[in-house]
Structure formats: structure tokens, C-alpha cells
């Protein structure tokens, strides 16, 4: 006999709904908390700034926003009513969790158990953040929510892939053992401003180096593929899972696919650089294609990507402009 979900407390009449992002001062972390903010909502939002920056969350001057500089792997208590948990709190760039590999575990972890545990204390919804690396290399493609994937336990990415995936274990065991109202979102690769110049991924790395005039590193020959979504299309992908009723996993992401070759070229071309494009080998375990089927997302909830993808990286372009004079 199937488990019955408990019931999330309704919020009051008398206050506005409270929402936690773990990881808020993040990438995706800190436009959720503008959003939610911009929704009427009361945010908390809790990171330790080992990935994410005040940078992100500096230009908030609202009331209804406290920031909480802690460790969720350790514990998390708050006061009052929460009726909504966000858990973005991991590494999410090759170069950070090939440098912190046991903060991205514990984080997948320990760090879920903890907010899984706050939205059971607290009787709020709980959306994970997993990723589309659950997939590993992927042998279906494009990728839907019945596959299993393709992953190497104890490959170099291996510490973030399998964090995921048992994240997403726990939230499916929380959600039958205990009750708690979960939602499981599957995001592909996402961009936009408040990513780092150096964050490594592809977009942020093409977009520095050719913005410096420096070559534009392609890794193997770029023929490998990748999805790309704008930040403002996943962030409202993220609220509507939020606020279905599907508990997912729900990909999320642009379908459109292009190599990064192509893309390293499109960026060299809305930047107006002269930089060439050099490659360097394939990193171990690279994924050769990526990209999410969202018949899910677009059946239930009626999302789909809006930002097409020359409006969306000159908005990001503009953004990186700034931060390399800003120095």
C-alpha cells in the first residue's frame, strides 16, 4: 500500500510564505532568491560561501531577505514557520568538486539529510537541485526522466554524479519513509550573470577568454554537445515544479543542442573577439552528448524555454564585460 505524503502546512493568512534556498548565495541560488523575494515571499538564505559569494546577494536590501552563513552539513535549525526548502547547496563546476570532492559528498548527503530533516521538522515542500549528470555518459540520448544512466562511481567526476544520485535516493526515501512532500528537479546546464569569470564550465570560460583576447580553449575536437538554458527560463522551470504536483525527477533545461565547438564560436562572435580556438585533451569521463527530453516539464506544467540563445549569452556577455573592468 503506497505511502501517503503528508500534508504541507498551509501557510497562515496573517504572514507571507517563508522559503530556504541552501546554497542561496550561489549561481541559480541567488536568482531564486530574487524571485521568490519579487513573489511576495519571506526568503532565508543559507550558504557558507564556499562555491557561492555576497557578491550575488549584495544588491538585496529588503526586510523579507536574511542570509545565514552556515555549513548545512553540519546542522540546520531556524525558528518559526518554513513552508518550502530549496537545497542547492553543492559544487556544481568540474573544477570545484574535482578540488573539494569530500565537501561536494557530504554536501549530497549529509547536507540533503539535514534539509530533508528541517522540511519533515517543519512540515514544508522540498525541492533537491539534482543535475543532469545523474546520467553519467549518457546511451540514450536525448536523456528522459525513465533512464538510469551511464555513470562511473569512481571516476574524477564520480564524487559529484553519485552525490546527486544518492541525493536524490534519500529525497525519494524521505518522501516514502517519512512523508515529507518532496519534488526532484533534473537541471541541465544553466547560464547567465553571477557566474564566476573562472567557474570552468564552458560559457564562463569561453566568454573570459575571449572577452581578454586570450584563445578559447576547446577540449578533444568539440564535437561533444551540451544543452544550454538562461537563468530566467530555469528559474521559473524551478518555481512551477515547485508548485505542481508532480514530485518529479523533472529534467529541466533548454533542448536545443549544439556542439561546443559551435558554441565556442558563437561566443567569440557576440563578443567581437579575435581570439582562435586551441584544444586541449578530453577530460576523463566527459560527457559526448547532453541533452534533456522536457515532454515531462512541458505536459505537467506547461514550461518550456523562453530566452533564445544569442539574447541570452549578450545579456551574459554584458555581465562579464562588467566583472573584467571591475577587475
Known sequence: MPTKVARRRTPRSTRR??????GGAGFI?????DHFLGQGFDVVCVDNLLTG???NIAHIRSPRFQFIDLDVTTYIYLE???DYILHFASPASPIDYLKLPIQTLKVGSLGTHKALGLAKSKGARFLLASTSEVYGDPLVH???ESYWGNVNPVGPRGVYDEAKRFAEAMTVGYRNAEGVDTRIARIFNTYGPRMRLNDGRAIPAFMSQALQGKPVTVFGDGSQTRSFCYIDDMVRGIHALLM???????????PREMS??????TVIRLTGSKSRIVHRPLPTDDPKVRQPDISLARRVTGWAPRVGLDAGLRRTVRYFRSRLRKG
Open 29 to 33: 541560488g541567488s536568482h531564486l532568491s
Open 17 to 22: 510564505p517563508r522559503i530556504v534556498i541552501t
Open 260 to 265: 561546443l565547438l559551435d558554441m565556442a564560436r
Open 142 to 144: 536525448p536523456q528522459k
Open 80 to 82: 518559526g514557520p518554513v
Open 244 to 254: 505542481g504536483d508532480h514530485p518529479g525527477p523533472m529534467n529541466l533545461g533548454n
Open 53 to 55: 559569494s555576497t557578491d
